[in-house]
């Protein structure tokens, strides 16, 4: 079965982490509008795609693909007050591998093979992109009124409600973001793909803000699962019932139609408000107990990974049962 996971960061770690124990075949598609941290240094100084999201998928597989000691290392951040200092092994490497190979997916399979893990990493554009988005409460005089911030930083600490994100290509004016060709073809030929969870205005919705992807995403024949977060983001998305993910994401992208919808069930406080949002999206809602009982915050990647099976109607040796389109929310 061939699984495509669209994200960012934590989450899509958490996803990939989950996906593997279902099937081998995984492909990431990992958003490239950071502008924080080592990432946002490294894309600043040298005009390149930021790493740091992208580090973290191959950190994801490689833990998976029993290459711990990569995992580590690629997630090492150097200490001191240096030039290095807060700088992440694996951004750097990659950084270099862009600017020698000169093509970023040429590099990022060229880090597969250096790394050794069966999973492929893609950027969802060749282009670093940038973040804009509309938020109200930041006016102390009209509450209301909608301000427009831009920066994936500044949209995801905002301490406003952040109500709409665009993205653009730094530089330009009119021309939309461009998809990476090899994340479309990726989507297109997939078996299932899955949306989330993730900081969801600025890791998981940027996805079907850029054109050609948006464009796979609708027409693409795989079943489609959503994965939700298990609380609210301070932010982001402070307030947010686990539906009103749900319709944000029919906002932004109204003729997206999906199969599954995967939730914790303690972080659903209404799973029939779920349900009903589920259904405007042509999905089912799948409750399970997905979170990690030791670390607050966090998927426990062996019951996502059994909710996942569930949702996709797969039987443990991962046959085909039914499909997600042919079972009953649970």
């Given at each position: 079965m061939r699984a495509v996971a669209l994200g960012g960061g934590h989450g899509l770690h958490?996803?990939?982490?989950?996906?593997?124990?279902?099937?081998?075949?995984?492909?990431?598609i990992v958003t490239v509008a950071?502008?924080?941290?080592?990432?946002?240094?490294?894309?600043?100084?040298?005009?390149?795609l930021p790493?740091?999201?992208?580090?973290?998928?191959?950190?994801?597989?490689?833990?998976?693909?029993?290459?711990?000691l990569w995992a580590e290392v690629f997630q090492h951040r150097f200490g001191g007050d240096g030039a290095l200092a807060g700088h992440a092994v694996g951004n750097l490497l990659l950084a270099g591998l862009f600017e020698v190979l000169g093509d970023p997916v040429a590099a990022l399979d060229e880090a597969r093979r250096l790394m050794g893990v069966s999973g492929r990493v893609l950027p969802m554009s060749p282009e670093p992109l940038e973040i804009e988005?509309?938020?109200?409460?930041?006016?102390?005089?009209?509450?209301?009124?909608?301000?427009?911030?831009?920066?994936?930083?500044?949209?995801?600490?905002?301490?406003?409600?952040?109500?709409?994100v665009s993205l653009r290509t730094p530089g330009t004016s009119a021309r939309p973001p461009v998809a990476c060709e090899e994340a479309v073809e990726?989507?297109?030929?997939?078996?299932?793909v899955f949306l989330g969870p993730g900081s969801w205005f600025t890791s998981v919705l940027p996805h079907l803000l850029v054109p050609g992807l948006h464009d796979a995403l609708v027409r693409t024949t795989a079943t489609k699962a959503?994965?939700?977060?298990?609380?609210?983001?301070?932010?982001?998305?402070?307030?947010?019932?686990?539906?009103?993910?749900?319709?944000?994401?029919?906002e932004h992208a109204p003729l997206l139609r999906v199969d599954a919808v995967i939730a914790d069930r303690d972080s659903v406080p209404d799973p029939a408000n779920l349900r009903r949002a589920a259904t405007r999206l042509g999905a089912r809602a799948h409750l399970g107990a997905v979170a990690d009982p030791e670390?607050?915050?966090?998927?426990?990647?062996?019951?996502?990974?059994?909710?996942?099976?569930?949702?996709?109607?797969?039987?443990?040796?991962?046959?085909?049962?039914g499909g997600a389109k042919g079972r009953e929310g649970q």
């Open positions: 958490a996803t990939l982490s989950a996906v593997r124990r279902v099937t081998p075949d995984v492909t990431a950071d502008d924080g941290g080592s990432s946002g240094r490294l894309r600043r100084e040298l005009g390149l790493p740091g999201d992208l580090r973290q998928a191959f950190a994801a597989f490689a833990a998976e693909d029993g290459g711990t988005g509309e938020v109200s409460g930041l006016d102390s005089e009209d509450p209301s009124a909608l301000r427009r911030i831009r920066g994936q930083v500044a949209v995801a600490s905002t301490p406003g409600q952040v109500r709409r990726a989507v297109l030929a997939a078996d299932v959503i994965v939700l977060n298990l609380v609210p983001q301070p932010g982001e998305t402070a307030g947010f019932s686990p539906e009103r993910h749900l319709d944000v994401l029919s670390v607050a915050g966090r998927h426990d990647p062996d019951a996502l990974a059994r909710c996942m099976r569930e949702a996709l109607g797969l039987g443990r040796g991962g046959e085909h049962g």
